[in-house]
């Protein structure tokens, strides 16, 4: 019953920003790191940023440090990735990932089921 949902992927021009959802259930949601993960059509996928259960933020790919900012609300059971100053290279499927507990590793173990993100004039 482990089930992760993301949502608010959407066509969006060069340097526009996007608020990604991830509604988790069926787990202990707040001891869990919980992983962005992307793949361009193509292209191999990619981590690109987690959020451990004390908050703090391990980027995997620095091309979307100072652009993307992760964030999750326990209470809520939901993990979110603010993107801003979006680019092409952006364009992907976005999935919302577990960690293992307690710690960001990079390896993906439960996965939702992604959302389309566009750059595009």
């Known amino acids: 019953q482990v089930q992760l949902v993301e949502s608010g992927g959407d066509v969006v021009q060069p340097g526009g920003s996007l608020r990604l959802s991830c509604a988790a259930s069926?787990?202990?949601?707040?001891?869990?790191?919980i992983n962005w993960f992307r793949q361009a059509p193509g292209q191999e996928r990619e981590g690109v940023v987690c959020i451990n259960p004390n908050f703090e933020t391990t980027y995997y790919t620095d091309s979307v440090k100072d652009r993307f900012t992760v964030s999750r609300d326990n209470a809520d059971s939901a993990a979110y990735l603010q993107m801003d100053r979006l680019k092409p290279e952006d364009t992907a499927t976005y999935y919302c990932v577990t960690d293992h507990a307690y710690k960001c590793t990079g390896f993906g173990q439960t996965w939702g089921q992604g959302t389309q993100v566009t750059v595009s004039s």
């Open positions: 069926g787990f202990n949601f707040r001891y869990y790191a």
